[in-house]
């Protein structure tokens, strides 16, 4: 039955059909084919799978990334990102990894990281000469970045998935988050060394250490957001469901009062964009969590440990082989699907393990955010593609050292799992 399922959700989801549709498909099936199931079980665990006072945060998170996005938030801090890093060789490239990084403390999605930066950043790009699929690979990789620092939506759903301190995750992600974007500029840097790449060898903007201070008060409530959400999340002002309608109230009143870039008009605009991107991942996690809810049933937990444990019983090594198996997944299925189905088996892996739950927690988003920007699913490729008015070939070649850059962040995190823990125990005790 197991492997029929997902030969099924495999052959769905090559065929064309919506995930939402292909995982709802596989998942009524395989309860209508399942011995002692009733088939109203499938709506019950949909409902039962979205009945989370946590995953409430979800739509306030999206609708707070939605204000900042329309609010001209991104422009202001990719002239920031340019003050600070602007007079280096490759200064626009820099500067468009260094705007992902603290857009990421605004948007909380790495889609909105992508899109929001690239579509101000790659046209400039191009502009100055950039090759475009190298601005689309950039910017693509420089997105995941989003999930990463805090907020994170997807740790949100990871975190109601696997009954582990949001906050905590949100705290893990900081320095694996920074050393990503960190990882990037120094591939940025290696390319200005070859001749293929004679556009990155010119330097566009001068430094002035006096327009730093302007820059900072320009952006400075854009900057404030993620301190505010995160704080009031660790000191217990407010959980992190609360955070995400604080952040909505914060939004708004920095793009309303403060930057005055939006008007009462435009926010039934953003009211529905906010709800339709609401609605197909509140769908996403529902099918999903019932095929997740199947999968257990028919013990699939326990199958995969077995597993793993009949090849290796190092921590280590068990880490590497949960993370290849995410990253495979992703690369064909999207990436919150295979969220959803597969934490409950990596968790209980990882109990089993006795592995650092923060450090599980931010392997598994960050391996779910490379496989989005990994061919042939690869959904941020596509989307900063279309920004570059490219090919999907031209951005894939120039992919992989970027990709390459991010995964060897995340080999460190496995060998080191200070890096995602060290913050979280010292915070939280």
């Known amino acids: 039955m197991i492997p029929f399922l997902l030969a099924l959700l495999l052959l769905t989801i090559v065929l064309g059909v919506p995930v939402l549709l292909a995982v709802a498909l596989v998942g009524f099936i395989g309860i209508a084919e399942v011995p002692n199931v009733v088939l109203p079980l499938f709506a019950q665990k949909m409902f039962g799978q979205i009945n989370s006072f946590t995953l409430l945060a979800l739509p306030y998170f999206i609708l707070a990334g939605a204000i900042m996005s329309r609010g001209g938030i991104s422009q202001r801090l990719v002239d920031f990102a340019r003050t600070l890093v602007g007079h280096l060789r490759a200064g626009l490239a820099h500067a468009a990894v260094v705007a ?67 906050g905590g995750l949100f705290l893990a992600g900081i320095i694996p988050g920074i050393m990503v974007g960190l990882f990037l500029m120094a591939v940025v840097k290696l390319h200005t060394y070859l001749p293929a790449y004679p556009e990155l060898r010119d330097v566009t903007d001068k430094f002035e250490p006096r327009a730093i201070l302007p820059a900072i008060r320009d952006v400075w409530s ?152 990994t061919p042939p699913m690869a959904p941020l490729l596509f989307v900063t593609t279309s920004i570059a008015q490219t090919s999907f070939d031209q951005t894939v070649r120039h992919v992989w050292p970027f990709i390459a850059a991010e995964v060897l962040v995340l080999l460190l995190v496995i060998f080191f799992s200070p890096l995602a823990s060290a913050i979280p125990d010292w915070m939280l005790g």
Request: with cysteine; charged share 5%.
């Open 222 to 373: 854009a900057l404030l957001a993620p301190v505010i959400i995160v704080g009031g999340i660790l000191s217990g002002i407010f959980t992190a469901t609360e955070a995400g309608v604080v952040a909505c109230l914060y939004a708004f009143v920095v793009s309303y009062f403060i930057y005055r870039s939006i008007t009462l008009a435009d926010m039934g605009g953003i009211l529905v964009d906010a709800a339709m991107v609401t609605a197909m991942v509140s769908g996403v996690i529902a099918v999903a969590g019932t095929l997740g809810w199947l999968l257990a049933y028919l013990e699939v937990n326990e199958t995969a440990l077995n597993l793993i444990t009949s090849v290796s019983d190092s921590r280590t090594i068990v880490l590497l082989i949960l993370t290849l198996t995410m990253l495979t997944l992703t690369m064909f299925v999207e990436s919150l699907s295979v969220l959803l189905v597969f934490v409950p088996v990596a968790v209980e892996i990882g109990r089993a393990f006795d592995v650092d739950p923060f450090q599980l927690g931010i392997i598994m988003v960050m391996a779910n955010q490379i496989g989005a920007t």
């Open 100 to 166: 992902s990084m603290v857009f990421a403390g605004v948007s909380g999605s790495s889609t909105a990281d992508a899109s929001a930066i690239g579509s101000i950043v790659i046209p400039t790009m191009r502009q100055a000469g950039y090759k475009p699929g190298f601005a689309a690979a950039l910017i693509a990789v420089s997105g995941t970045i989003g999930s990463i620092i805090p907020p994170s939506m997807t740790m949100v759903v990871y975190g109601a998935l696997a009954q582990v301190s949001i």
